[in-house]
């Protein structure tokens, strides 16, 4: 599936979704790496040893979801993009999620845009909270956007309302 | 007649790392690129290296090519020839030269061939339609000189490449219709794909393009299925209304001069086609004469970096120039080099690398 297509299959998601208790506590990483590629940035980002120093460079990440408080500083070293932070006691009803974004032009605190699944298919809509683009993120700035609970496993990027729906 | 100690032909990542380690050893590096500007294809790289800290993980290549170019320029050890394209290697070890118009020769000591490698393409019918281009071209036309190759593309390739140059489309303001690849599965990192995924760019692997439509210039491009035997599969085709299609169906290395010099070669698909046989420290069947890079077999850039520095170890202390701890030096660019070919997506550059390595001693067939 992944290999064809690009999409994680819910059995690959499975593998590196925290779990439902973590989730419940707060911020955490969420790291949808899943190709023994050359590649550890995420280890060395890490300033609370989460994620585990690599053995061989080729593994794949392995964050104890434990010691992550999601602090973020992970998700704009990825040069995959690969690294998302969920935060599901946000408020009632919604979750914050936090995914890097290097388009233009970027959101506005407050915009409303939809919020794409894996394939880029629109599934809710999204309140941008925060956009937050320092000169050390270098260049991937990183979106904190709420939506609906039911949607923070399903949403990783947004749309900015383009005539394609993109 | 140029005297040079050491040099290098091609100023990108294994050309820059090679010069840097060459002149850190003691030794007079003369660095010849054919562009205005050093870099190689890292220039128009915006996106983040993989790899690890010592190949420049996370950061992004064009600022790469800032780091490794500022430790060429003011070194008094390295004299930069931009503009400057190497014609030919010839038997009695001189090395003519074109700079900017003016003929000239050199005569080195050693050299280090690092010319990278020139984009394979596709027969198809109508591929000569003006719209039709290599992925390299229009990833040069984007990001180096700001010019939108079109609005509307069909990328052929989910290469890295591919991959890549798609995305960075998209960051131009170029809609992606759609991503098609021949293998059955994707040939890139998949986080690449996914990424261009989430944005709604369907990726078509077994498929391959029938034919491009269009006079004057690109109008369309039919894309149909393969079977598990890559046949087509008549009744499966979708048309897309697109102005740009790119080509990146992988590289070649750009081999010609090793040919001329009389290096020894060897057809390795799984490194991009004819490439030099080599010892271990990356001197070629001709004494003196060394290899970096992709045209040494197309590989990421993180290890062309690595075989550069290597390559400059090499060559420098061939020419009787060391450093204390130049075993360690070269043990540790050994290690970097099987840490990022050990993975699964290694296998072909390690099995395509075993078939060119002889050891050292009976390597030598003749002297520059």
């Known amino acids: 599936m992944l290999e064809k297509t690009g999409v994680p299959a819910a059995s690959d998601l499975e593998n590196v979704m925290p779990s439902e208790e973590r989730l419940n506590r707060g911020p955490v990483a969420v790291i949808e790496c899943f190709q023994n590629i050359p590649c550890n940035p995420c280890y060395t980002a890490c300033s609370r040893n989460a994620i585990k120093e690599f053995e061989d460079i080729n593994d794949l990440p392995n964050i104890d979801h434990e010691a992550c408080n999601g602090c973020s500083l992970c998700v704009s070293k990825c040069p995959g993009l690969a690294i998302m932070i969920m935060d599901m006691t946000y408020s009632e009803q919604e979750a914050l999620i936090k995914i890097p974004y290097e388009f233009l032009p970027l959101p506005k605190e407050n915009d409303l845009v939809k919020g794409l699944d894996r394939e880029g298919k629109p599934v809710c809509e999204a309140k941008v909270i925060k956009v937050m683009n320092p000169k050390s993120f270098d260049k991937t700035p990183i979106l904190s956007i709420a939506v609906k609970k039911e949607f923070a496993k399903i949403v990783r990027n947004i749309g900015m309302g383009d005539e394609d729906g993109r | 007649m140029k005297p040079a100690e050491v040099l290098i032909i091609g100023g990108g990542p294994a050309g820059l790392c090679a010069a840097i380690s060459a002149a850190e050893l003691g030794c007079k590096v003369l660095l010849a690129d054919r562009n205005k500007k050093l870099g190689g294809q890292l220039v128009k790289q915006t996106h983040m290296f993989f790899g690890s800290e010592k190949q420049y993980a996370s950061v992004r290549g064009i600022d790469i090519a800032g780091i490794l170019l500022?430790?060429?320029?003011?070194?008094?050890?390295?004299?930069?020839?931009?503009?400057?394209?190497?014609?030919?290697?010839?038997?009695?070890?001189?090395?003519?030269?074109?700079?900017?118009?003016?003929?000239?020769?050199?005569?080195?000591?050693?050299?280090?061939?690092?010319?990278?490698?020139?984009?394979?393409?596709?027969?198809?019918?109508?591929?000569?339609?003006?719209?039709?281009?290599?992925?390299?071209?229009?990833?040069?036309?984007m990001n180096e000189y700001g010019v939108k190759p079109g609005n509307r593309v069909v990328m052929l390739g989910a290469g890295n490449?591919?991959?890549?140059?798609?995305?960075?489309?998209?960051?131009?303001?170029?809609?992606?219709?759609?991503?098609?690849?021949?293998?059955?599965?994707?040939?890139?990192?998949?986080?690449?794909?996914?990424?261009?995924?989430?944005?709604?760019?369907?990726?078509?692997?077994?498929?391959?393009?029938?034919?491009?439509?269009?006079?004057?210039?690109?109008?369309?491009?039919?894309?149909?299925?393969?079977?598990?035997?890559?046949?087509?599969?008549?009744?499966?085709?979708?048309?897309?209304?697109?102005?740009?299609?790119?080509?990146?169906?992988?590289?070649?290395?750009?081999?010609?001069?090793?040919?001329?010099?009389?290096?020894?070669?060897?057809?390795?698909?799984?490194?991009?086609?004819?490439?030099?046989?080599?010892?271990?420290?990356?001197?070629?069947?001709?004494?003196?004469?060394?290899?970096?890079?992709?045209?040494?077999?197309?590989?990421?850039a993180s290890s062309a970096m690595v075989e550069g520095f290597l390559a400059g170890l090499s060559a420098a202390n061939y020419l009787g120039y060391t450093i204390y701890n130049i075993n360690e030096k070269k043990n540790d660019l050994h290690q970097q080099l099987n840490a990022l070919r050990s993975g699964p997506v290694g296998e072909k550059i390690r099995k395509g690398i075993s078939e060119l390595i002889f050891s050292s001693e009976a390597a030598v067939s003749k002297e520059i």
């Not at chain 2, 009695?92 to 700079?99: E, F, K, P, S, Y």
């Not at chain 2, 000239?104 to 596709?122: N, Q, Y």
């Not at chain 2, 046989?277 to 003196?288: A, H, I, P, Y």
Request: aromatic share 8%.
């Open chain 2, 70 to 141: 500022s430790k060429v320029e003011n070194n008094e050890n390295v004299e930069i020839l931009s503009d400057t394209t190497i014609l030919g290697i010839y038997e009695d070890g001189v090395v003519t030269a074109d700079q900017s118009g003016n003929y000239f020769k050199i005569r080195p000591d050693a050299i280090i061939v690092a010319t990278g490698a020139s984009e394979k393409t596709l027969a198809f019918p109508y591929n000569d339609l003006p719209g039709v281009y290599g992925a390299g071209a229009v990833q040069t036309l």
């Open chain 2, 161 to 300: 490449i591919g991959l890549i140059v798609s995305y960075q489309l998209m960051q131009a303001g170029v809609e992606v219709a759609a991503i098609v690849d021949a293998s059955p599965k994707i040939g890139g990192y998949l986080v690449h794909a996914s990424k261009i995924r989430r944005m709604g760019v369907p990726i078509y692997t077994g498929h391959t393009v029938k034919e491009a439509h269009g006079t004057e210039t690109l109008k369309g491009v039919t894309i149909w299925q393969l079977d598990d035997k890559w046949n087509p599969i008549e009744g499966t085709e979708k048309r897309f209304d697109v102005d740009v299609m790119c080509i990146s169906v992988g590289l070649t290395p750009l081999s010609e001069l090793l040919w001329q010099a009389g290096c020894e070669m060897k057809y390795v698909n799984e490194l991009g086609g004819f490439v030099p046989v080599r010892n271990e420290d990356l001197e070629t069947s001709v004494k003196g004469i060394f290899v970096a890079g992709d045209v040494s077999g197309v590989e990421e």
